[in-house]
Nanobody
Framework: VQLQASGGGLVQAGGSLRLSCATS????????MGWFRQAPGKEREFVAA????????YYADSVKGRFSISRDNAKNTVYLQMNSLKPEDTAVYYC?????????????????????WGQGTLVTVSS
């Protein structure tokens, strides 16, 4: 499985961006998907996750109410809509795919649950 993240860029505080993560292969609908981010000098942190069906989502407290994760299994793509962006949202954003059977979506907050990672897309929020 190959993942290609896109949609990053420079935006002013309060603005919006939508990230996309296109995946290869015919088994996309069987993967849970997640977004992580890594700011300069910091560890990679969880942002959001979505179950294979799209019916269940989970967010980090820092983005809850501002970000929204969704997926289109027909297009093999997962999205991250980011609204009300803040300078502290500046980071490289990574999408990831997990084959782990998910009974409790909170486990997808751990990077170790993911099998495949995209290359990252840079989001810069200016103040």
């Amino acid at each position: 499985v190959q993942l290609q993240a896109s949609g990053g860029g420079l935006v002013q505080a309060g603005g919006s961006l939508r990230l996309s993560c296109a995946t290869s292969g015919s088994t996309f609908s069987s993967y849970a998907m997640g977004w992580f981010r890594q700011a300069p000098g910091k560890e990679r942190e969880f942002v959001a996750a979505i179950s294979w069906s799209g019916l269940t989502t989970y967010y980090a407290d820092s983005v809850k109410g501002r970000f929204s994760i969704s997926r289109d299994n027909a297009k093999n793509t997962v999205y991250l809509q980011m609204n009300s962006l803040k300078p502290e949202d500046t980071a490289v954003y990574y999408c990831a795919a997990s084959r782990v059977p998910v009974h409790t979506i909170a486990i997808l907050a751990s990077p170790s649950m993911y099998d495949y990672w995209g290359q990252g897309t840079l989001v810069t929020v200016s103040s």
